[in-house]
């Protein structure tokens, strides 16, 4: 029976990715019926806590893409990149990597993939170089974004385990920073120069290489009124959780829990800005943040909830399988969730699905923290939205997707960015938590 409802969970995560963006959680919500009603499983938890950070954190992101806020980072990216036009492939990583871990979304990449593209052309630079760990830069900040639906939902499942919600972004943080260089050091090596990219000399006798140069934007009065309240909101969320935290005990029985603080600091933020700026509130519904923040919810409800019924329903089994397992080989751990994020396309349905699960047949702390980054693997299967984006913005055709699926230039950067991350996650947590 195991194998027939572990076949339906892989069938309609299938079924998910072949539909793909939000259909991953449509069909989790299918099977999550076929297991219940069909098979006669316990239905297991919704994930309501990683869901409503993440409408929360939308809310106050898209507030500020109205109010302007982020094409003035933007904007402040573009004029970072291009007085170092050279080291591009260094710069990109780390304009993706701090917008990610200040938004919690990976998402904000859209904004800074085009303004990537056309500086690395200007160069003569491949732009897939750049590109490509950008993307992937984006994809990884989340597990150590202190607002990021992922590392707040990881964090309260670790509390009990005498780990802190501080100890945990110190480990993250430096960790995944320094491997995102690592992984720009593999990208800035592959394929060949532009200038003797066949399909790029090509594209350029076809006439179709543009040449937009610097784009002049109209920056909003409100732009950073709106980006100084949301900075403010995230630096009122670390400071909060400082204080409630067990391990200095200044609040030791806070009426308000640190998740429950997070969703409010975020909804005060918004109307904060809506306040003081005086944009049309209805007008954020609309923002594409906020668009792909909520489709995010619905694939994080439905891939998670599935997950869940699931592995709740044989935890048992699973511990007895893979206790032993992970007890002598803890970097399977990271393995294992390396290969279901590919398939969940979130890092916070797979933190929720998995980890959980990992930490109660026994897994260390420091195991799982280690593996935390393992969980962004999702540039491995090119369907990823801003893994797309960036090839569509790429008019040279130096970032395409190769006839085996697998080999595209996001790939090498990625892996080598996630084994980074993972060994020195167990370096800095060895050291931190000691």
């Known amino acids: 029976m195991v194998i027939i409802e572990l076949i339906v969970v892989l069938l309609f995560i299938y079924i998910g990715a072949r539909i793909g963006g939000i259909g991953i959680g449509f069909a989790g919500g299918a099977g999550v019926l076929v297991l219940t009603l069909g098979l006669g499983m316990k239905v297991g938890q919704i994930p309501v806590d990683v869901i409503l950070i993440i409408m929360s954190v939308i809310t106050v992101i898209g507030a500020m893409q109205v109010a302007g806020g982020l094409d003035w980072l933007v904007d402040l990216a573009e004029k970072f990149l291009r007085k170092n036009p050279k080291r591009i492939t260094f710069y990109a990583p780390i304009v993706t ?3 990610t871990v200040l938004a919690g979304t990976g998402y904000t990449a859209f904004s800074t993939l085009p303004v990537i593209a ?3 052309k200007e160069q003569g630079l491949r732009p897939s170089r750049p590109l490509s760990i950008a993307v992937v830069a984006s994809q990884v900040a989340i597990t150590a974004s202190p607002i990021s639906a992922a590392l707040v ?12 919600y501080l100890d945990l972004l110190a480990i993250c943080i430096p960790s995944t920073f320094i491997a995102c260089m690592a992984g720009a050091v593999v990208a800035n090596f592959i394929g060949c120069d532009l200038k003797d990219d066949p399909v790029y000399q090509e594209r350029l006798a076809k006439g179709l ?5 610097t784009t002049q934007r109209v920056i909003l009065p409100s732009a950073k009124k709106a980006t100084y309240i949301f900075l403010i909101s995230i630096l ?3 400071v909060y959780a400082t204080l409630i935290s067990p391990s200095l005990g200044l609040i030791p029985h806070p009426t308000l829990p640190r998740n429950d603080a997070i969703i ?6 918004a109307a904060a800005i809506v306040t003081i700026t005086k944009i049309d509130a209805s007008q954020i519904s609309s923002a594409s943040t906020f668009k792909a923040g909520m489709s995010a919810c619905i694939c994080v409800l439905g891939v998670a909830w599935l997950g869940d019924t699931f592995v709740a329903g044989h935890i048992n089994e699973i511990k007895a399988l893979s206790g032993h397992i992970l007890q002598q080989d803890p970097w399977m751990l990271a393995i294992t969730l390396f290969f279901a994020s590919m398939l969940l396309y979130s890092q916070g349905a797979t933190t929720a699905a998995l980890m959980p699960a990992a930490l109660a047949i026994g897994v260390a702390p420091l195991t799982a923290i280690a593996s935390f980054s393992a969980v962004s693997a999702l540039f491995v299967l090119p369907t990823y939205p801003t893994l797309l984006a960036a090839v569509e913005m790429d008019d040279t055709g130096s970032t395409r997707i190769g006839k085996w699926v697998f080999n595209h230039p996001f790939f090498l950067p990625g892996l080598t960015t996630v084994v980074v991350s993972v060994i020195l996650g167990f370096v800095f947590g060895g ?3 000691h």
């Not at 939902?153 to 802190?164: C, E, T």
């Not at 290489?209 to 140069?213: A, D, L, R, V």
């Not at 409010?264 to 933020?269: D, N």
């Open 209 to 213: 290489i543009s040449n937009k140069g």
């Open 97 to 99: 990597y701090v917008m």
């Open 431 to 433: 050291l931190i938590l």
């Open 153 to 164: 939902f990881f964090s309260g499942i670790l509390a009990p385990k005498g780990v802190g």
């Open 236 to 238: 009122a969320v670390v």
């Open 118 to 120: 056309e500086v690395a």
């Open 264 to 269: 409010v600091f975020m909804l005060t933020a």
